[in-house]
Nanobody, 124 residues
């Protein structure tokens, strides 16, 4: 059974940085995508960044140049380095797995497994 546990959220000021981690277990082969999503109060869940089955990254336009997604495959940990944070980045951040080689972050309903989330709050 796939299990995802996020950590690293917190409260920082505008312009600050955070690094989120997601421990992934229960999946061994490489035919899956890893992604980060976020959801602000009253808004729909949106894709932030993902690694496809070839481990090629994609990013939402709103975070390009500020966020970096990476994976420590030996430890099976997914990271999201977030720099130059803005108040509009505030939300609950979730990591997710899609059992496919390519699944877009624009389609969160196609992702198969989700963590419980970690809260990120950016104050101005």
């Amino acid at each position: 059974q796939v299990h995802l546990v996020e950590s690293g959220g917190g409260s920082v000021q505008d312009g600050g940085s955070l690094r989120l981690s997601c421990a992934v277990s229960g999946i061994a082969d490489g035919t899956y995508c890893l992604g980060w999503f976020r959801q602000a109060p009253g808004k729909e869940r949106e894709g932030v960044a993902a690694l496809d089955g070839y481990r090629i990254p994609t990013y939402a336009d709103s975070v390009k140049g500020r966020f970096t997604i990476s994976q420590d495959s030996a430890k099976n940990i997914l990271y999201l380095q977030m720099n130059s944070l803005k108040p509009e980045d505030t939300g609950m951040y979730y990591c997710a797995v899609a059992r496919a080689m390519m699944t877009a972050i624009q389609t969160p309903w196609l992702w198969d497994y989700w963590g419980q989330g970690t809260q990120v709050t950016i104050s101005s």
